[in-house]
């Protein structure tokens, strides 16, 4: 009688690992889903503003400071 309580104390342990595995994986996969679509549309504005900011260096012209500052918020955030 013990060992058949036994082994039911280990199944159910394993299962209660698989599952937290399984609830860590999904929320793992939505966390990445979510952190995709905030750099998609951060490349979106970010690159349009970079390529605006080296056509503006290529033209020999200064970048003002809120312009660097921009720049250099975007590139510390957590999603980059």
Request: aromatic fraction near 10%.
């Amino acid at each position: 009688m013990q060992e058949v309580i036994r082994i039911y104390t280990i199944l159910s342990f394993f299962i209660y690992i698989i599952l937290c595995c399984v609830v860590y994986m999904l929320g793992q996969d939505i966390l990445d889903k979510r952190n995709e679509k905030k750099i998609k549309k951060l490349s979106e504005t970010f690159g349009v503003e970079i390529k605006r900011q080296i056509e503006v260096l290529k033209l020999n012209n200064k970048l003002s400071k809120m312009d660097i500052d921009y720049i250099k918020s975007n590139i510390g955030s957590r999603n980059y």
